[in-house]
């Protein structure tokens, strides 16, 4: 049953018949109601399936960190979104039915600031030691943004991430990662503007 909360020219929500009306980010939208699926999905659409499942299998493990790290993507769009899209069209590799994720290509932000440089990602222990060149004063680079790290485990599905517990100007900050122990992590870093933008 459908819910009139704005007068009668206001949106609803709920179904009414064959239509469902709800609101998103403030906007009130109207759809069908989805059809029955008829007969197999054709090879395309299994192609497509299994690489959404694999780079929305990676955005889930660090989802908290869409909403700022890919915030400048779309207002219609949320930051999850945003990272699905680019990733889907950037960080694939393979092909049917051996798709993998090419970590290189991958981004967990994006946006204005220049990208760190003379990073390295040492293992020391469980710990994760990483090191970057403070280049504070290239284009909108400030000492004062956030470090955005990232250490994925592709056999576990899972991410550890910080935010905000260094700086750009620090140059250098260690990750616990005795979770991942002895198996193989990938690593980012990025930056996020002190006031969040």
């Given at each position: 049953m459908g819910r009139i909360t704005k007068g009668i020219l206001?949106?609803?929500?709920g179904k009414v018949g064959t239509v469902i009306g709800s609101t998103w980010k403030g906007v009130d939208y109207m759809r069908s109601r989805p059809g029955k699926k008829k007969g197999q999905p054709s090879a395309l659409q299994v192609d497509q399936q299994e690489r959404f499942k694999l780079v929305q299998g990676f955005l889930n493990s660090i989802s908290?960190?869409?909403?700022?790290?890919?915030?400048?993507?779309?207002i219609s769009m949320t930051g999850h979104n945003v990272a699905l899209s680019?990733?889907?069209?950037n960080a694939i590799t393979g092909s049917s039915p051996n798709f993998t994720l090419d970590f290189t290509k991958l981004?967990?932000?994006?946006?204005?600031?220049p990208n760190a440089t003379g990073i390295t990602a040492t293992k020391t222990g469980t710990d994760v030691d990483?090191?970057?060149t403070n280049n504070a004063g290239t284009g909108a680079a400030l000492a004062t943004?956030?470090?955005?790290?990232?250490?994925?485990c592709?056999?576990?599905?899972?991410?550890?991430?910080?935010?905000g517990?260094?700086?750009r100007g620090d140059a250098t900050e260690t990750m616990d990662c005795s979770r991942f122990a002895g198996k193989q992590v990938e690593t980012f870093i990025s930056f996020v503007s002190a006031n969040g933008r």
């Open positions: 206001g949106g609803f929500s908290p960190l869409l909403p700022v790290s890919f915030k400048t993507g779309g680019y990733n889907l069209k981004l967990v932000s994006r946006g204005d600031l990483f090191a970057w943004d956030s470090t955005l790290l990232v250490v994925h592709p056999s576990m599905k899972e991410s550890i991430f910080s935010l517990t260094s700086q």
